[in-house]
């Protein structure tokens, strides 16, 4: 695949680092970008899922599948350099209301057995 400078248009070598026409520095493809974007697309909706189990507890049904979820995508999103904070607070939030859901349940089940 033949490479063209950005800036003046030469054609360049293809491991070439610098423009020899111009000057001008050659920008290298970074085949991570995918990686790097997923991590950050799983942190964000780590967070996605964090902050819809604040409602989601109420009806355990719903509340499991979303806090799992939450857990699973924070957990992805860990390895970001730019969402970490992201994925740590979508951890959090998915934990705290995993608990909360279980707890939810409990409850349900002893008052429906007669039991509170």
């Known amino acids: 695949m033949t490479k063209f400078c950005t800036n003046c248009g030469n054609e ?4 070439a680092d610098v423009c ?4 001008a520095l050659v920008k290298k ?3 991570n970008n995918n990686a790097v974007e997923s991590v950050d697309k799983s942190a964000n ?7 819809g189990s604040i409602l989601a507890w109420i009806i ?6 979303i806090t799992i979820c939450g857990i699973v995508y924070s ?6 350099e730019t969402s970490k904070g992201k994925a ?12 909360v859901t279980v707890i939810n349940s409990i409850l349900g089940v002893l008052v429906n ?4």
């Open 12 to 15: 360049l070598d293809a491991n």
């Open 20 to 23: 020899v026409k111009c000057g």
């Open 29 to 31: 493809k970074n085949n």
């Open 45 to 51: 909706t780590g967070l996605g899922f964090g902050l």
């Open 60 to 65: 355990p049904l719903i509340g499991y599948p």
């Open 75 to 80: 957990s992805k999103g860990l390895k970001s």
């Open 88 to 99: 740590i607070a979508g951890l959090i939030l998915s934990i705290i209301f995993l608990i």
């Open 113 to 116: 057995l007669g039991e509170l």
